[in-house]
């Protein structure tokens, strides 16, 4: 079973690195001293983790029906969590393929871990900030951050059963 709890602490974790990185500036530059110093970049890439999220508008209507769903007895409150767990990874994933399919995005996506809405980008430093401004897009973080989804995406959940 998905444990939402997990993916909380991963993204407090991603978002406290995500930050001292962004103040730093070293999650959005290579420091290998071959790119230019000018304002241009000089054709310059950087690889980071970008996070997306459903729109809250689609999670409420969720969350409103899986609770019409137990008050009229339709689920109980076991059967409500695995249901919103199952239908919020689908919505994720739904933002994942959104972002994916933009044609006015000039960043590469290399990898995602779709069920946590986490991707890993390449791309002009300026054009991967420039994608905080689309609604899905819910923060960049260090490249490392994309190897901590990866991982927490590949081990089992409490029944023994792997994530998949």
């Known amino acids: ?18 930050a001292l ?9 290579n420091h290998d001293g071959s790119g230019s110093g000018g304002a241009g970049g000089g054709g310059e890439t ?13 999670l409420q209507q969720l969350q409103s029906e899986i609770q019409s769903k137990v008050q009229s007895g339709e689920l109980d409150r076991m059967q409500a969590q695995a249901e919103f767990r199952r239908r919020r990874i689908e919505l994720t994933r739904d933002a994942v393929g959104t972002f994916r399919n933009r044609s006015n995005v ?36 260090p490249a490392s951050a994309f190897e901590q989804a990866q991982a927490q995406a590949g081990t089992t959940t409490g029944t023994g059963t792997p994530m998949a």
Do not use: K, N, Y
């Open 46 to 58: 950087a690889t980071v983790t970008l996070a997306v999220q459903p729109d809250q508008q689609s």
């Open 106 to 141: 000039s960043v590469s996506v290399d990898d995602t871990v779709s069920e946590f809405g986490v991707l890993l980008v390449s791309g002009d430093p300026a054009a991967l900030i420039e994608t905080l401004s689309l609604g899905e897009v819910s923060g960049l973080f």
């Open 1 to 18: 079973m998905f444990d939402d709890t997990d993916r909380r602490q991963f993204l407090q974790l991603a978002g406290t690195g995500g």
């Open 21 to 29: 990185s962004l103040a730093g500036c070293s999650a959005l530059s």
